[in-house]
């Protein structure tokens, strides 16, 4: 059995290959809002290694499958991966679900009466970084689906992923104790 090497050197003209086949620059705005999202989830990671919480980590997994669908929605020009695969679905369903979670996380929260600074405990301060991370990524991907009506639902979901990463830097650190710093 052959083992598959993880270079294919197809890239090595700074070109790279979409879900539909169709090869791009590795500049290209699509290339670059779905390695975006990729970072996003990298910082995510980083976030769950610096243990959140149960409760968080457990929201985190499930925001970086998401996101995954997410990529692999914004690699997929033709709108046709999430028909073939179910796991790169994203919904309406995921929005309203991250909904719940900043709702549920704001009713532990004191309302926020000024803006705050970024930082605080690891995880609260390392999901800062991933809320502007977010926030780059949506520009990006709002950039993308200019004209592309099929998939408005990528800058929601990212949207309202943005808030949610902001609520959760601000749980974080009300669980470790940790005072917000209001600018």
């Not at 028909?83 to 369903?93: F, I, P, Q, W």
């Not at 000024?114 to 690891?122: N, T, V, W």
């Not at 990524?137 to 949610?164: C, F, W």
Request: net charge negative; glycine share 8%.
């Amino acid at each position: 059995m052959t083992v598959p090497k993880i270079y294919t050197k197809t890239g090595d003209t700074g070109e790279t290959s979409l879900f539909d086949g169709t090869r791009v620059r590795k500049a290209d705005p699509r290339v670059d809002a779905y390695g975006e999202v990729d970072e996003l989830n990298a910082w995510i990671g980083l976030v769950r290694a610096n243990a959140p919480g149960t409760d968080l980590d457990a929201m985190l997994d499930r925001i970086q499958r998401d996101l995954f669908a997410l990529g692999a929605r914004l690699a997929d020009p033709r709108h046709k991966i999430a028909t073939r695969v179910e796991k790169a679905s994203l919904g309406d369903g995921d929005v309203i679900r991250l909904e719940g979670w900043i709702d549920e996380l704001e009713a532990t929260l004191p309302p926020l009466r000024r803006f705050i600074l970024a930082g605080g405990s690891s995880a609260g301060a390392l999901l800062h970084v991933a809320r502007a991370v977010c926030r780059r990524a949506e520009r990006k991907v709002v950039t993308l689906e200019q004209g592309d009506a099929a998939d408005g639902l990528a800058v929601t979901y990212i949207n309202r992923l943005s808030d949610l990463l902001f609520v959760m830097a601000r749980a974080a650190n009300a669980r470790a104790g940790v005072p917000e710093l209001e600018w």
